[in-house]
């Protein structure tokens, strides 16, 4: 039975930042691209960053590029989301997934990724 547990989340003043971990068991993950999405209130769940578990390249949403930073760590079966310069705007719930992405992963392509599996989620507020 596949779990995603993330943990991490809690309350940051703009500008802070936070590291989300997203514990995977249940299945060897190293052919699933792993994700991150967010869901504000009254917003749309969005794509933010996705990792390819095999060879540890990424993608990012424009909305996070250059702020945001996913890695995993194979020994740990662990997938983080480092988030620097956090905004306002970042509160939302964030959610860890597992899923496929055919082919490259690319920009503007989230469409293309299939999350399978979802954790929880992990409340982030941002204070101003």
């Known amino acids: 039975q596949v779990q995603l547990v993330e943990s991490g989340g809690g309350l940051v003043q703009a500008g802070g930042s936070l590291r989300l971990s997203c514990a995977a068991s249940?299945?060897?993950?190293?052919?699933?691209?792993m994700g991150w999405f967010r869901q504000a209130p009254g917003k749309e769940r969005e794509f933010l960053a996705a990792i390819r578990w095999s060879i540890g390249s990424t993608i990012y949403s424009d909305s996070v590029q250059g702020r945001f930073t996913i890695a995993r760590d194979n020994a740990k079966n662990t997938v983080y989301l480092q988030m620097n310069s956090l905004k306002p705007e970042d509160t939302a719930v964030y959610y860890c997934t597992a899923g496929t992405w055919p082919g490259a992963l690319l920009p503007r392509q989230s469409t293309k990724y299939n999350p399978n599996y979802w954790g929880q989620g992990t409340q982030v507020t941002v204070s101003s």
């Open positions: 249940g299945r060897t993950f190293s052919s699933y691209v």
